[in-house]
């Protein structure tokens, strides 16, 4: 366990702001993790960060983050469909996805590319190209530092939804780990846009070729988070009212709109780009020019000029199309 006070936290999230934290605790174990609530009670506050991928800090951050390093992979069961493959939180998502693809478990081809950490993909429920973290989940391990207690959530009882789940109004529970239920056949999974043709073109089709294939359609429109700061989608899709949508489907007939239940989900990117505000810049804080729902620091923004940009754009949706969107990024 190593034990940071006054961090800097730049290298430890994809926007590269600059922030320090008052203490930031790195631990592999959950023997460590008990050790380190054993002479700090949970009462004095903690918050978790893993790969930095998905939260701007607003400012300087006085209070504890938790930081896991934890980094085994292994296969925990199997029967003749399926493969239960456990990860530690810790575990790069990225990697994770690679080594189920070698291996022959297969299920999140999809999900290739996406920054951050194994027990981010649960707490945030990661999906992209029309895969969900959620539909492959099996269980999560968890922590309760104020009962001392480890134990196991089912799928269900995670109550996983769109960039959501438990563990997000549960902000205590620490996720430890993650075990996946991964297929031993490969069905492609490419109902997403053009993904069919992209990847056909390609020649076979199999897990390696749809996972390069979403690399390359990501590194299209999303920023490379080791050249320029972000975290990815700023702003989730508004789901709004069917008489709302239809309203602006009068306007705007070109709109993409999705049903969902008995709403229907507006792109945020597509509202933001209408609005004006694609390769928007001031200072070193701006909208990503390939994709408006992306927010960028360009190298030397602060997280109060990203903060700041976000609102001038939250304001001007909502005056322009009647419609409040609201952050997918965490701002601490
Ligand atoms: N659009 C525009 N202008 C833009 C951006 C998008 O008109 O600047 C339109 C597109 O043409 C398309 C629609 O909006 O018709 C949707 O865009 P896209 O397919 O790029 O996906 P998205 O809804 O913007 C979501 C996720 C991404 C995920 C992609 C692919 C959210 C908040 N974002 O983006 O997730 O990679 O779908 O599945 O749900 C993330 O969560 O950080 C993230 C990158």
Redesign the pocket.
């Known amino acids: 366990m190593k034990i940071h006070r006054d961090t800097q936290l730049k290298q430890y999230t994809t926007f590269g702001v600059s922030a320090t934290a008052d203490t930031l605790v790195e631990y592999s174990t959950v023997e460590e993790l008990r050790a380190y609530f054993a002479e700090h009670p949970a009462s004095e506050g903690y918050y978790m960060i893993g790969g930095g991928s998905?939260i701007l800090f607003s400012g300087d951050y006085h209070g504890t983050l938790l930081h896991p390093t934890s980094s085994d992979i292994e296969i925990v069961g199997s029967d003749d469909e399926s493969f239960l493959v456990r990860a530690e939180a810790g575990v790069v998502w990225d990697d994770f996805v690679l080594y189920c693809i070698e291996k022959g478990m297969y299920g999140l081809e999809n999900l290739s590319a996406i920054p951050g950490t194994v027990g981010a993909s649960a707490v945030q429920n990661?999906?992209?190209?029309?895969a969900e973290a959620k539909d492959f989940i099996e269980k999560v391990e968890v922590y309760d530092p104020v009962e001392d207690k480890l134990f196991s959530m089912s799928r269900e009882e995670c109550r996983f939804g769109?960039?959501n789940s438990v563990f997000k109004s549960r902000t205590g529970l620490i996720v430890v780990a993650v075990v996946y239920r991964l297929s031993r056949r490969f069905v492609p999974n490419l109902g997403?846009?053009n993904l069919k043709e992209r990847v056909s073109s390609q020649g076979d089709i199999d897990a390696m070729s749809v996972r390069e294939t979403v690399v390359k359609v990501?590194a299209e429109?999303?920023p490379d988070p080791k050249e320029t700061g972000s975290?990815?989608?700023f702003?989730?899709?508004p789901i709004v009212d069917k008489s709302v949508a239809d309203k602006l489907s009068e306007r705007y007939p070109e709109m993409?709109r999705y049903d969902v239940g008995d709403g229907v989900k507006i792109?945020?990117?597509?509202l933001?780009?209408?609005a004006g505000w694609?390769g928007f810049r001031q200072g070193d804080a701006g909208v990503y020019p390939r994709?408006?729902?992306?927010l960028v620091n360009y190298g030397s923004a602060t997280g109060g000029e990203v903060l700041e940009l976000s609102k001038r754009i939250v304001a001007d949706v909502k005056e322009k199309f009647g419609v409040e969107l609201s952050p997918?990024i965490i701002i601490l």
């Open positions: 998905n990661i999906g992209a190209y029309g769109y960039r997403y846009a990501r429109k999303l975290g990815g989608s702003f989730k899709n993409p792109p945020a990117g597509w933001i780009d209408k694609k994709q408006a729902l992306v997918e």
